[in-house]
T-cell receptor
Framework: DQQVKQNSPSLSVQEGRISILNCDYTNSMFDYFLWYKKYPAEGPTFLISISSIKDKNEDGRFTVFLNKSAKHLSLHIVPSQPGDSAVYFCAASDRNQGGKLIFGQGTELSVKP | EAGVTQFPSHSVIEKGQTVTLRCDPISGHDNLYWYRRVMGKEIKFLLHFVKESKQDESGMPNNRFLAERTGGTYSTLKVQPAELEDSGVYFC?????????????FGSGTRLTVV
């Protein structure tokens, strides 16, 4: 049973427009949600996180929104740049699980010039 | 600051052979994690060390997998004997904090192919 799901395997966006990546989860015990970015042949790189007590966190062009009632989070990238093309993973952690992360399947973002 | 280092970067072995993957975490990071990504699917947790102790090994697939972290520094993950379904990318990550909110630093991974 997959606790974190990213239902869109891929997304294509024009440069300068907004990219919206979505993630759903089932476990209400998750206390942090994170987004990682992964380029080919590299490890995932931490991008941004949000605590379960907040509904929004912003860092430059990246904003994560959390809707706890819907068990849904999204990552907004504005404006999108070609260098943002990568696989984006949503992940969640439960403070009682020692930092173990549960990842989604990833969404491949392609930003076209 | 050096990042998380993993080697080899690639390994191709025959079914039934043994392979040992190594991870050098960031110096001073007590928490070390192993994850695996199989066939483009989600990245799955394997186990978590705090210093030299196994904190959580609930994700280890079976007893063909053995992880060690002698002295609380580098870690090894041995697969013996390897099976075809063990193919995938094995990631190591380290963290100062044992909670997920701060994020980890991942290594570049070891791509294991069992033929």
């Amino acid at each position: 049973d997959q606790q974190v799901k990213q239902n869109s395997p891929s997304l294509s966006v024009q440069e300068g427009r907004i990219s919206i990546l979505n993630c759903d989860y089932t476990n209400s015990m998750f206390d942090y949600f994170l987004w990682y970015k992964k380029y080919p042949a590299e490890g995932p790189t931490f991008l941004i996180s949000i605590s379960s007590i907040k509904d929004k966190n912003e860092d430059g062009r990246f904003t994560v929104f959390l809707n706890k009632s819907a068990k849904h989070l999204s990552l907004h990238i504005v404006p999108s740049q070609p260098g943002d093309s990568a696989v984006y993973f949503c992940a969640a952690s439960d403070r009682n699980q020692g930092g173990k992360l549960i990842f989604g399947q990833g969404t491949e973002l392609s930003v076209k010039p | 600051e050096a990042g998380v280092t993993q080697f080899p970067s690639h390994s191709v072995i025959e079914k039934g052979q043994t392979v040992t993957l190594r991870c050098d975490p960031i110096s001073g990071h007590d928490n070390l994690y192993w994850y695996r990504r199989v066939m483009g699917k989600e990245i799955k947790f394997l186990l978590h060390f705090v210093k030299e102790s196994k904190q959580d090994e609930s994700g280890m697939p079976n007893n063909r997998f053995l992880a060690e972290r002698t002295g609380g520094t580098y870690s090894t993950l041995k697969v013996q004997p390897a099976e075809l379904e063990d193919s995938g990318v094995y990631f190591c990550a380290s963290s100062q904090y044992g909670t997920g909110g701060y994020g980890y630093t991942f290594g570049s991974g070891t791509r294991l192919t069992v033929v």
